[in-house]
């Protein structure tokens, strides 16, 4: 069974930093990984998907990695900002499982916090 | 961007009440989810539709919960009789894309 693991649980950035969040999974037989951003008490916004394949995929000033074969994915934050202040979530998409399905599975989330 | 709606934004019903969840996914996407996130913890699978049927479910989708594609556009996730523990967010999901999410409060 696919386990996904986010460290650390919780950060407090000054603004301005740069910054990496991790992500770990058991299970290196996946089709993608996506992150996605959860502000309090609301919806998932989806930040990036990277295909197996992929070794990266970068959008403005985020930057996601991944290495299937460890079992890792990275998140990286440029130049962080107050309004990038929220919980951030690794999902991992497990290949066809012959009940045809893709579905994910989920970690706990890093809540991140940039004090101006 | 193509976009995945979902209806009510937040819905407080009475225990051992029925209520069903509504969701508009993209309409050329052929695999539909539901996912739920109870308050505090991980988001978790709950069952996955394709071909008009489920494909696959998770130990939480019991007897009472139920998916249907009753018009060929619209996604239902029905809770038969509600308990207090559902009290949760349900996303649905249409391939890659996640709806913004109900908020279901059981009293």
């Known amino acids: 069974k696919q386990e996904v693991t986010q460290i650390p649980a919780a950060l407090s950035v000054p603004e301005g930093e740069n910054l990496v969040l991790n992500c770990s999974f058991t299970?290196?037989?996946?089709?993608?990984l996506q992150w996605f951003r959860q502000d309090p008490g609301k919806g998932l916004t989806s930040l990036l998907l990277?295909?197996?394949?992929?070794r990266e995929q970068t959008s403005g000033r985020l930057n996601a990695s991944l290495d299937k074969s460890s079992g890792r994915s990275t998140l990286y934050i440029a130049a962080s900002q107050p309004g990038d202040s929220a919980t951030y979530l690794c999902?991992?998409?497990?290949?066809?499982?012959?009940?045809?399905?893709?579905?994910?599975?989920f970690g706990k989330g890093t809540k991140l916090s940039v004090i101006p | 961007e193509p976009e995945v709606t979902q209806t009510p934004s937040h819905q407080v019903t009475q225990m051992g009440q029925e209520v069903i969840l509504r969701c508009v996914p993209i309409?050329?996407?052929?695999?539909f989810y539901w996912y739920r996130q109870i308050l505090g913890q991980k988001v978790e699978f709950l069952v996955s539709?394709?071909?008009?049927?489920?494909?696959?479910k998770s130990e939480i989708f019991d007897d009472q919960f139920s998916v249907e594609r009753p018009d060929g556009s619209n996604f239902t996730l029905k809770i038969r009789s509600t308990k207090l523990e559902d009290s949760a967010m349900y996303f649905c999901?249409?391939?890659?894309?996640f709806g913004s999410g109900t908020r279901l409060t059981v009293v």
């Open positions: 999901a249409s391939s890659v894309h």
């Open positions: 990277i295909q197996s394949s992929q």
């Open positions: 299970d290196s037989a996946i089709y993608n």
């Open positions: 539709f394709y071909n008009n049927e489920i494909s696959e």
């Open positions: 999902a991992v998409r497990g290949l066809y499982s012959g009940a045809g399905s893709y579905q994910l599975t």
């Open positions: 309409s050329n996407h052929l695999y």
